[in-house]
């Protein structure tokens, strides 16, 4: 594993932006960003206490446990290359390399049938330093990105970029797929900026043209020449229209001032305008509008721009630019085929006004904004249109860059965003540890906390002699074998200074890395009683990296169960949470269960989610993306707090029960019992958070001694 090139700092013990009390408290050392770890940050810390102590209120069958991590790099990140663009919630459209936190962007739910687009704000942003992939479209788009960031594919759901490491098994883009969204068309569209003379040139043309008023009159005098008096004046609703033209004609030393025009009613907005009457600047106007014999594209891009301003409009995502004037209907026909925009004229009304009609649905109405950019943001706003894709967003190639690049994620409130035109999945993180003044958003996955002493700290409180060596338990709050202990390796030190102290111990893990530690686990079961348990939830994969992005699959987890028992230590399987209405099917549950006996577990505990405050907002707004038509019952089932209300656990364990005794794992529930560490229960009472399955936990007495066992369970 690569750790060169991560940035760190020693002398105030945190990384600009993150200096936490919190973090402080808990004897900071350093923090630590490596391209290895895009998006996380590790706070090492050195621990003063190792070994933490359950309350006494607590259902746990444990008293102890030891947490070398706070927080969880499990968590995936997914990252675009800065240049890409976020749609905003106004319509405009930024490199999300200038984005930040609390803008208000554009992201997507599902509402009935369609999902929509509706406005989300950015909760989290960060840089990091991963190999780039190039993804190129049938219409033109291209999106630099990391092997994991993930695109919304029609009919098939989230995929990854690219394909996963050897051994792993992930959904990812082949040329089968298309994309959701409208894409952003030909890369060449759209580059020029609005700032060069012939894109002002042409915004002015198309907004004076549209909407200005030139007045000039000679009026006749006895006593001298004829008095010449001429005037310009342009009037707006929208304050953005004014401003661009203002400072373009100022560009060109003209002046103008700016008055009320109307004044508001309940019917009309209040209207300003600009306004001179000195007659230089008067013809000055008149030369910087007139049409050019050979209109460059820029000029072109710059007169949709300003007619579109001044007489276009965008109603139920159709644009239209409308006028009377043959001249500048001709011209705006002209430059719209000149970038290949489909459109037709619709006939005049009763007012003499024809329009413009602009054809192509989302797509073309996206493209033609990102290619003119009106100064005028209230006409652009997708918030509340269905996302059809009406464009072609066939995958032409995914090819890797050969280089890596600096690239840039951020959290939403829906859980993605549309970049470059399409729909992209950000980094759903989980709340947890605010007590650190971190976040409940971000900081769980972003800000792990390293107790890089962990090891010498407990070996030191094993060997007090009030220690009576309680059963501890790892992995009850953090995985201890997240990929983050690939860097650290702490487990093998804690392990052995348990093992050493003859204190038996259960380790609770959703990582594959505990492989790594399976000789050093099975000398230390020949001196002390060892549990250990594996989580594992789904059967699909698909499903589960939807809802556990970045953890091992579910081959991977039964693989581990397997590799755990040939070694004949015990194994036992948290099949946690079971998610209403998808994985609480009969179906699920048996393929799951038929799987995890077939890995030889030693017990099963099946228990029910429970939406604990924190992790209820950031889950049920998930099912809202993903699932929306599952959120009335979600808010049924969790009506009156965190658990599952009494009717649907009955219901859950009567579809349990018989699948578990026929598959032998009857009474395999290790659950806490009053004024005990812990005991074994030979009934069938439904399954808690508080019980675990045979082999997973250790159980004795408080005060008992704690050798080695005859057998292990």
Request: glycine share 10%; proline share 6%.
């Amino acid at each position: 594993m690569r750790w060169d090139g991560q940035a760190t700092t020693a002398d105030d013990g945190a990384l600009p932006g993150l200096e936490r009390p919190g973090l402080a408290r808990l004897g900071l050392v350093r923090s630590t960003r490596t391209p290895e770890f895009a998006g996380i940050t590790f706070h090492e810390v050195m621990a003063k206490s190792a070994l933490s102590k359950v309350p006494a209120a607590s259902r746990m069958p444990f008293r102890w446990t030891v947490n070398p991590y706070r927080g969880c790099s499990h968590a995936c990140t997914y990252c675009v290359s800065p240049s890409t663009l976020v749609l905003m919630a106004d319509g405009t459209q930024k490199p999300i390399g200038q984005v930040s936190v609390g803008d208000r962007i554009v992201g997507t739910r599902r509402q009935g049938t369609y999902r929509r687009f509706v406005e989300t704000t950015v909760l989290a942003r960060w840089t990091s330093v991963k190999p780039a992939y190039r993804v190129i479209l049938r219409d033109g788009t291209e999106i630099v990105a990391s092997a994991e960031h993930r695109f919304l594919a029609r009919g098939r759901g989230w995929k990854h970029v690219a394909a996963g490491p050897p051994g792993t098994q992930r959904p990812h883009l082949t040329t089968n797929d298309s994309l959701m969204g409208f894409g952003t068309g030909r890369p060449e569209d759209g580059t020029g900026s609005t700032e060069s003379r012939d894109y002002r040139l042409g915004y002015l043309t198309g907004m004076i043209r549209g909407d200005g008023m030139i007045f000039e009159k000679t009026y006749a005098r006895t006593s001298r020449g004829g008095a010449r008096v001429c005037m310009f004046r342009l009037a707006l609703a929208d304050r953005e229209g004014l401003d661009r033209t203002a400072r373009y004609l100022a560009l060109d030393g003209i002046v103008t001032r700016r008055r009320p025009f109307v004044t508001a009613t309940e019917t009309r907005r209040a209207m300003s305008a600009l306004h001179t009457a000195r007659s230089a600047d008067v013809d000055a106007i008149r030369r910087l509008i007139e049409w050019p014999a050979v209109p460059s594209a820029e000029w072109s891009r710059g007169f949709l721009s300003g007619i579109f301003d001044a007489e276009g409009s965008c109603s139920r995502g159709i644009v239209r630019i409308a006028n009377k004037d043959e001249a500048i209907l001709s011209q705006v026909a002209d430059s719209l085929r000149r970038f290949a925009l489909d459109h037709t004229l619709e006939p005049p009304g009763p007012n003499g006004v024809a329009r413009v009609r602009v054809r192509g649905g989302l797509a073309a109405r996206e493209r033609f904004f990102h290619l003119v950019r009106p100064a005028i943001v209230r006409k652009l706003s997708v918030t509340g249109m269905a996302l059809k894709t009406s464009v072609d967003l066939g995958v032409v190639m995914v090819e890797a860059c050969g280089f890596d690049q600096e690239m840039v994620d951020i959290t939403t409130g829906t859980g993605d965003f549309v970049a470059n035109g399409v729909v992209a999945h950000n980094c759903f993180a989980r709340p947890t540890h605010e007590y650190l003044d971190l976040d409940a958003g971000t900081d769980f996955d972003s800000q792990v906390v390293v107790k890089t002493n962990v090891d010498q700290v407990l070996r030191a409180e094993l060997a007090r002699p009030s220690w009576r060596r309680e059963p501890v338990a790892l992995g009850t709050n953090t995985d201890p074998y997240q990929r983050a202990e690939g860097r650290y390796r702490l487990m093998p030190g804690i392990i052995s200074a348990l093992a050493d102290s003859r204190t038996p111990f259960s380790i609770l893990t959703k990582g594959t890395l505990l492989r790594r530690d399976l000789p050093l686990i099975a000398d230390a079961a020949t001196h002390v009683d060892v549990g250990l348990g594996v989580s594992l939830s789904f059967v699909d994969a698909e499903l589960q990296q939807a809802v556990e992005p970045g953890t091992p699959t579910p081959k991977a987890r039964l693989d581990l169960v397997r590799t755990i028992r040939a070694a004949g230590l015990p194994c036992g399987v948290m099949v946690a949470p079971v998610l209403p209405w998808l994985t609480d099917s009969t179906d699920h549950l048996t393929r799951l269960l038929d799987a995890i006996a077939d890995a030889g577990a030693t017990g099963v505990t099946v228990v029910p989610l429970r939406l604990k405050p924190g992790v209820r907002e950031w889950y049920l707004q998930w099912l809202a993306r993903e699932h929306p038509d599952r959120v009335a019952g979600y808010r049924r089932v969790f009506a009156r707090g965190a658990d599952a209300h009494d009717g649907y656990r009955d219901w859950l364990w009567q579809r349990v029960r018989p699948l578990l005794e026929e598959r032998g794992f009857a009474g395999s529930a290790h659950r806490a019992a009053s004024g005990a560490t812990g005991r074994y229960d030979d009934d069938l009472r439904p399954h808690d958070d508080a019980d675990y399955p045979a082999g997973s936990m250790v159980a004795a007495a408080p005060g008992a001694p704690a050798e080695r066992s005859a057998t292990l369970f």
